[in-house]
């Protein structure tokens, strides 16, 4: 597992980093929100001799042909094996630059500072890295850790309130699936007066906890997914359309959809299922969903990661703060689930 910084100061502990490392040069991934926003917060630390590169922000960016730039950019700088990569972004970034200095030279070292609240509380962990494929959602992509994650709060000033609220999603879910106590902790009626760094790194230790027992996802690292078959599927069908979601909106969505399912399959009480689709109405409402979307939807649940052969594998709540993963969940069932959120009241 690689070693985690909560930091208060993300030039002083980036700083602190570098002049332990060795390396023959250093290249700073940025999009070019971060480059604005967050760049000149640690602009200083940098060697002269830096190499700068910057993409496109979003997640219709996460693709090969955006690796190809980035590779053809190390390539022309002349880095090699001992050169360090350093990220400076979200999860889309991080995801795909930490990708990318995998497969360079056989693979050179790298470094995150997740910028958002759904890098930090999510993709900063785990070591998954990998590229959208074909319209797939991470269908291209390697486990591989970064050598230091910098957890800096003060970047989250810098972002838009949708963003804070994208990246809470996780950070509910982290509740439902390991801490029932956790989850009752938070605050869904002014969840944006929440003190986030507390939460951050709570949020952080159980998502590492899980990710140390299972680091290739073979079991329990699994429930990590809670949610994420049918949001994912929502998020990738909504990218490029005007119905665009944010990944925590997402997943909002699929977690009360599993949650049902959970119902339906586990036994989750309909209290609890209660409890949790009105936690995520109050922070997320509710999207309109046309009977139109849901054979494109249901065809992306096929496509998901998990399944195993053409079965279709879910993570479920057996109660909040218990997940349990490999349930199977038939077509009709994923369904029946999407009609139940959308028949859900709401006001």
């Known amino acids: 597992m690689n070693s985690i910084i909560f930091s208060e100061n993300a ?32 602009e200083e630390v940098f060697p002269s001799n830096s190499i700068f590169y910057s993409i496109d922000p979003g997640e ?14 190390m390539t022309e700088a002349q880095l090699d094996r001992k050169a ?14 930490g990708f990318c200095a995998s497969i360079y030279k056989r693979g050179i070292r790298f470094i995150n ?8 509380v999510d993709a900063s962990v785990g070591g998954k890295l990998g590229v959208d494929f074909e319209g797939l959602k991470n269908h291209l992509g390697v486990f591989n850790e970064p050598e230091t994650v910098i957890v800096a709060s003060q970047f989250l000033k810098t972002l838009p309130e949708k963003e804070i609220r994208s990246g809470y999603a996780e950070i509910i ?19 944006q007066d ?6 951050i ?30 949001g994912h599927a929502f998020e990738t069908y ?13 997943i909002a969505v699929g977690m009360i959809c599993e949650a049902w399912l959970s119902h339906k399959k586990l036994d989750l009480s309909m209290a609890e299922l209660k409890q949790i689709q009105d936690a995520f109405l109050k922070v997320y409402g509710k999207i309109e969903i046309q009977e139109s979307d849901l054979a494109p939807v249901l065809d992306f649940c096929l496509q998901d990661k998990k399944n195993e052969g053409k079965e279709l594998m879910f993570s479920l709540l057996s109660s909040i703060g218990d997940c349990t993963y490999n349930i199977p969940v038939t077509r009709q069932e994923i369904l029946e689930a999407i009609h139940y959120y959308q028949n859900i009241s709401h006001t």
């Open 60 to 73: 219709k960016n996460k693709t090969i042909a955006t690796c190809m730039k980035i590779w053809a950019a």
């Open 113 to 120: 500072m997740p910028t958002t609240l759904l890098s930090q």
């Open 238 to 250: 909504f990218l490029d359309g005007p119905r665009h979601l944010l990944h925590g909106e997402a």
């Open 11 to 42: 030039s002083v502990d980036l700083t602190a980093v570098l002049s332990g490392i060795k390396y023959s040069s250093i290249f700073i991934l940025t999009d070019e929100n971060t480059k604005e926003h967050c760049l000149p917060i640690v």
């Open 173 to 191: 879910k982290h509740g439902l699936i390991r801490d029932k106590q956790y989850f009752e902790s938070l605050d869904f009626d002014h969840w």
């Open 84 to 97: 360090l990569f350093l990220n400076i972004g979200g999860g889309v970034l991080g995801d795909m630059g």
């Open 201 to 230: 790194h709570h949020s952080v230790e159980i998502k590492k906890s899980v990710v140390e027992a299972d680091p290739k996802e073979a079991g329990l690292r699994k429930i990590l997914n809670f949610g994420h078959t049918i």
């Open 194 to 199: 929440s003190y986030w760094a507390p939460l």
